[in-house]
């Protein structure tokens, strides 16, 4: 059946490796817990928009080969930067027909804005199928050869495992790119704002605040982390195709559902606990990704099946219970 | 159920046209009366109408949108490879070492074989998946079975494959000697079977409760209707129809569709979409405006086509939610009967 | 009278840390009409869920016709004879008025072997007995909010139950057309037997239409009785901050 290799090192290996992958898929979903949690769209173009991101920077990458503002650590930066204006054309196109209003999200809302995000998903997913012929060195499956450190001294030895430079500083930059998405949420006007037009629009707007315009802010926000940490994920990964999303977009889900809709801390800590799992499973039983893959789906259904609502449930809620 | 009352309804009569339409078609095709380019998309046609039809149940009827639904559609294309290239391969090699068609016995046998092994798969996956996720509303349920799609099929070929080595996705003999007209009557059972059973749920006590689920599931319930249980029926109905569909490709493209499936979860959907949820003539509609579309995409934008099809469904949930048939039933009363 | 149709006995329910029931415990009658009152919040449509089975109680059981069906589904309930209207009226508005009204006679207590002939005959009775029979074509959703109501309640009426919960189904009604609802819920009462309970809002209405009553505040049942006896409970006017005087001249306006 399926072998074990239940040894300390590959139990290491797997918690170790675990994190570090963990922690760009915490950054990873962070967009779409902002836009789910918050703002009830279950937007199922996250996937493909961070894909997309992705591949315009590995295409980028390639075409400017040693270019330091290619490389993923700075070009995480500005690919945020393009994404507020990329998630501003989304809004417009996909989410304003349908939501641009006032009033609270039905059920009926919800499905419509799901279903038009699936639609943008497509087309986004489609486009890197045409590129090439208007642009014939776009590659539809680019790998970049990112690393850090020069011949022979790519690797470090983290925790007590050998890791790759490189794919230790995107999990580095994930955390702060949450940290930073954290204190957007929490800690400024605007990300107040956001979260209380998700509670009740109309309430709001009896008070001057122009809730369509809080969810174009919202939607903006949400793609910006998107785009920004697709482009941490293929400084980790090192390739990407437009059907990395088939694998991507499940696993934010999961995450999502896992860490709690709407809190970015939960997000990431689901991101953590999911990075663990799947490295785990592959650590221990040598199966294919296929099968990680689909223990971690499996998990996404017991863990929607009994616990809604995450299974760290509000960590927001907790964290300032504690400060009290 | 009363017997005039089911064929004066507007839905029978379109079905049975539609089923005459395709009579005629493959009749004029067979005697050589029209090209069989005209059979080629006759097929084509009766299968997007086919797996439009299929998702409709639990999609248009009862308003739950199931995003893996292709999964259903490989398990079909498997089953009938299997059949064919594991189960019966010693006996189709045999035979095709000594003729140049299997015969009609053979291509009976083996078709009844692939429907009963591919509803019985259909059945189980969808009632086992539909227990732990049609407990979930709208969204989540919608999310649950995005990924479906790959992880069943995974499981499935893990799990077959440890009862029986199945090695390949293809068929020994590509065709076993069949003709296009022979897949034209193949798709044209299995499209009989679809309309008619996609319309007797929607006149049936069955099909009103499904309504009510879609329309206010909180308010069914409430009146009586189970409504778990009837998602789960609509659910196992929808998985084994839109095998039957799985079916009909494998044998006629000779591998299993396992690649795009993908693309027809998206078209399953687009068809529902487009047509308008609520209604029998809905999909059948999407179907059409589908395959018009896809046809016209193919012959010019080739690769937008994708991109296309994505704008095409922001467009018709932003500004026609109802869909086609939904927009012209507001807009003209006198066609509600009709468009029912 | 015998035993009562319907029993609630010492019912809690909470929601995380807010008590929304808390031992609520009465009985209603069978043939009775039964008010249930209290202000905004007190845990009116809450207890209604929980007779209805859309929430399971903490503590306590509901006892419908003899038998415990504290944990039943809501359809179970309503093929057992009970039927419910919402506070936000919530019709199948894709659906034709006649195709609304026959669902509920379809999955009511007769689900098992009625026809859809005798659906739509009774789905039809029931519609002109609400005045609803012209518009029967209609999709559901065209109504206005008075024949929305009306509708909610053809639907609940055409599953022919023997009890029907009506939470506050004169809300958004005008005067006159509170006049003809309170008129027909006697005529449904009395001409069919159905014992109703009822939440409401509207004084004069309730206070005129009710046989006995039970107030909540809080979650907490603070009276029970007679309309009369009801109005001139100080707790009960102070639950209100209301004149008792006031309260008197409606019932003696019925």
């Known amino acids: ?324 | 159920m009363n017997i005039s009352r089911l064929v004066s309804r507007k839905g029978f009569i379109i079905s049975t046209l539609l089923v005459f339409f395709f009579l005629v078609l493959g009749l004029l095709g067979s005697n050589g009366v029209i090209s069989r380019l005209y059979i080629a998309n006759g097929t084509d046609l009766m299968y997007f109408i086919g797996i439009g039809l299929a998702m409709a149940i639990i999609m248009s009827y009862t308003g739950y949108v199931s995003f893996g639904h292709a999964v259903f559609v490989g398990i079909g294309s498997f089953s009938a490879a299997y059949i064919l290239a594991v189960f019966n391969k010693p006996r189709i090699m045999e035979y095709m070492a000594q003729h140049d068609r299997i015969s009609n016995a053979m291509l009976s046998t083996y078709f009844i074989e692939s429907l009963l092994l591919a509803s019985i798969i259909a059945l189980l996956v969808a009632v086992g998946v539909g227990y732990a996720v049609l407990r979930l509303r709208g969204a989540f349920f919608a999310i649950a079975t995005i990924g479906l799609d790959y992880v069943v099929m995974y499981l499935v070929i893990y799990i077959t494959s440890m009862i029986s080595p199945f090695g390949g996705d293809e068929l020994p003999n590509p065709n076993m000697g069949l003709t296009d007209m022979t897949f034209y009557w193949m798709h044209f059972i299995l499209f009989i079977a679809t309309i008619y059973t996609a319309y007797l749920v929607k006149v049936s006590k069955f099909g009103y409760g499904l309504a009510s689920i879609r329309e206010d599931e909180d308010a069914a319930e409430v009146i009586g209707v189970d409504t778990f249980r009837y998602k789960v029926y609509a659910f196992a109905l929808a998985a084994v129809l839109a095998s039957f569909w799985g079916i009909a490709s494998a044998f006629r493209k000779s591998y299993t569709t396992h690649d795009f499936s993908l693309l027809i979860s998206i078209v399953m959907i687009v068809e529902n979409v487009v047509g308008g949820l609520g209604t029998f003539i809905g999909p059948i509609i999407g179907a059409v405006i589908y395959y018009i579309l896809n046809w016209l995409l193919i012959t010019t934008a080739g690769q937008l086509a994708l991109v296309i099809l994505g704008a095409f469904v922001v467009v018709i949930v932003a500004f026609f939610p109802e869909g086609i048939v939904g927009l012209l039933r507001r807009k003209i009363p006198s066609l509600r009967e009709w468009l029912e | 009278m015998g035993e009562p149709i319907l029993i609630v006995e010492n019912v809690t329910k909470r929601f995380g840390g807010l008590t929304a029931l808390s031992q609520v415990s009465f009985n209603v009658n069978k043939g009775e009409r039964f008010g249930i009152i209290g202000p905004n919040g007190a845990g009116k449509t809450t207890l209604f869920n929980v007779i209805n089975g859309v929430y399971r109680p903490d503590t306590g059981r509901v006892v419908f016709k003899g038998t415990d069906i504290t944990n039943w589904p809501p359809h179970r309930r309503a093929r057992f004879g009970m039927a419910r209207t919402h506070q936000v009226v919530k019709p199948f508005s894709e659906l034709t008025v006649l195709e609304n009204a026959m669902i509920g006679a379809l999955f009511g207590p007769r689900h098992k072997d009625i026809t859809e002939e005798e659906a739509r005959e009774i789905a039809l009775e029931t519609l002109d007995f609400l005045g609803l029979k012209e518009k029967a074509g209609l999709p559901a959703g065209l109504l206005n909010v008075q024949e929305k109501k009306r509708l909610e309640l053809a639907r609940a009426l055409s599953s022919q139950p023997e009890i029907l919960l009506l939470d506050e189904v004169l809300a958004g009604l005008v005067p006159s057309e509170i006049e003809t609802m309170v008129e027909l819920l006697k005529k449904i009462n009395e001409e069919k037997g159905v014992t109703i309970v009822m939440i409401e809002h509207v004084m004069h209405a309730i206070m005129n239409l009710a046989e006995r009553m039970i107030v909540l505040d809080f979650g907490r049942k603070i009276a029970e009785g007679s309309p009369e006896e009801v109005a001139n409970n100080p707790e009960v006017i102070a639950a209100y901050l209301g004149n008792p005087e006031l309260a008197l001249k409606f019932v003696k306006k019925g």
């Open chain 1, 1 to 324: 059946m399926i072998e074990l290799t239940l040894t300390g090192d590959a139990f290491l290996r797997g918690i170790v490796i675990g994190l570090i992958y963990g922690s760009v898929l915490g950054a990873v979903a962070s967009g779409l817990t902002i836009i789910w949690g918050v703002m009830k769209v279950v937007n199922l173009a996250h996937g493909h928009i961070l894909v997309f991101a992705a591949m315009m920077s590995a295409f980028l990458y390639l075409t400017y080969k040693g270019a330091v503002w290619f490389t993923p650590p700075i070009a995480f930066i500005w690919m945020g930067i393009l994404g507020l204006a990329f998630g501003a054309f989304f809004y417009y196109v996909t989410l304003h027909p349908i939501i641009g209003h006032v009033d609270t999200m039905t059920l009926k809302y919800e499905m419509s804005s799901l279903m038009a995000t699936f639609g943008f998903g497509i087309a986004l997913y489609g486009i890197h199928y045409f590129l090439p012929n208007i642009i014939p060195s776009y590659s539809t499956e680019p790998s970049i050869g990112f690393s850090i450190g020069g011949q022979g001294h790519t690797y470090i030895s983290f925790l007590g495992v050998t890791i790759e430079k490189s794919k230790l500083l995107m999990a580095a930059l994930s955390l702060v790119l949450v940290i930073v998405a954290h204190g957007i949420m929490n800690w400024t006007s605007m990300g107040l704002k956001i979260r209380a037009v998700a509670q009740d629009a109309r309430a709001l707007s009896l008070v001057g605040i122009n809730p369509v315009r809080i969810k174009l802010l919202t939607t903006i926000v949400a793609t910006a982390f998107a785009m920004s940490s697709g482009v941490l994920y293929l400084g980790y990964a090192n390739s990407v195709t437009p059907l990395s999303e088939t694998i991507v977009a499940p696993l934010c889900f999961v995450i999502v559902v896992l860490g709690g809709l709407g809190s970015v801390i939960g997000t990431y800590m689901g991101g953590l606990l999911l990075g663990v799992i799947y490295q785990l499973v592959l650590e221990l039983t040598a199966q294919t990704q296929q099968f990680a893959f689909v223990v971690a789906f499996a998990v996404l259904i017991i863990a929607l099946v009994f616990k809604p609502n995450g299974v760290f449930g509000n960590i927001e809620e907790k964290l300032s219970r504690l400060r009290r």
